[in-house]
């Protein structure tokens, strides 16, 4: 560990290997590469070890995704996850999957400096997860909480989903009490999406529909917030002192370094990112070669424009220069010096942000 450097830096590592492939996801994940497990964490170590040597900062936060990382054995990705110097402070986050999840692999997880977990309910609904394509037993959503409370973890969030073709109001409702229940100091309910080359986009009988999505999100937004839950991103809800802070870093436009395939980074306003396979990407760290697949630097108003829109998101808004705000009534509101969207504003933040200037 060190002291906390003047600036946050977040590491990302990518953990491409799941047991099935979710309909609505566009991640670089596989199903079938899991033979690939030990060269790919090996070339993890390699590449992290190549970074450090390269004058990588400390990190101030480390987020392990994917994939599914708590399908990896704990010890030898708890490996992985101490060879980054950290602050003494840092935020070190892996996400879970619900099945995957026991004490013994969260002990694993507190030895080597993880101190927040992500879990991927997504629903609490039988028929809405077989939509998704999950497979998960939402039973065992309580029995991972359970052991992320007796292992002294300080923070866990979990991870909803609203949507999916065949969900009710009721459904949902359901799925988010349940959650409440279960009393999480951060919750994430994201609205389904439909990416490019998954099957959902070739099903457009499934595609969600924006009326229900908002109503669903008022909803989510109600219940949220009367358990104490403050929203302080569109999608993100956290008691005080419990938000993420390697997502806060990102929304911030601050520098991060990606690790894995598929992998993005960001160092002032160069943005990068790996290869797409585990198997190239292996064989790249092993021959001492770039994992670079493509990248781009920002101009200087792009950067600001992108810098906006990410800040709009936030419950700290823009600066007053941004936005045009007496022009949005009901959408957006005057705090101090900053114009901050309202509800019904956070329902239509991508409409907003087109005017930010």
Known sequence: ???QPGEPFGVYIHIPFCASKCGYCAFATWTDRHHLTGAYLGALHADIRQAIQHGMPVASSIFVGGGTPSMLDGTELGAVISAIPVTADAEVTVECNPDNVSVELLRRYVDVGVNRVSVGVQSMATHVLGMLGRQHDQRNVEIAVDAIRSVGLPTFNLDVIYGAAGESVADWEHTVRSIVALDPPHVSAYALTVEAGTPLAE??????DDDDQADKYELVDDLLSAAGLENYEISNWSRPGH??????????QQNYRGFGCAAHSHSDGRRWWNVRTPDRYIDLVASAQSTEAAG???????RRFEQMELLLRMRDGVPLDALAGDEMPGLVERVGDRWVLTRSGRLMANEISTRLH
Do not use: F, K, S, V
């Open 1 to 3: 560990m060190a002291d």
């Open 203 to 208: 099903q457009p009988d499934r595609h969600p």
């Open 296 to 302: 781009e630097t920002l101009d200087e108003p792009t």
């Open 243 to 252: 938000e993420c802070r390697h997502n806060i870093l990102y929304w911030r």
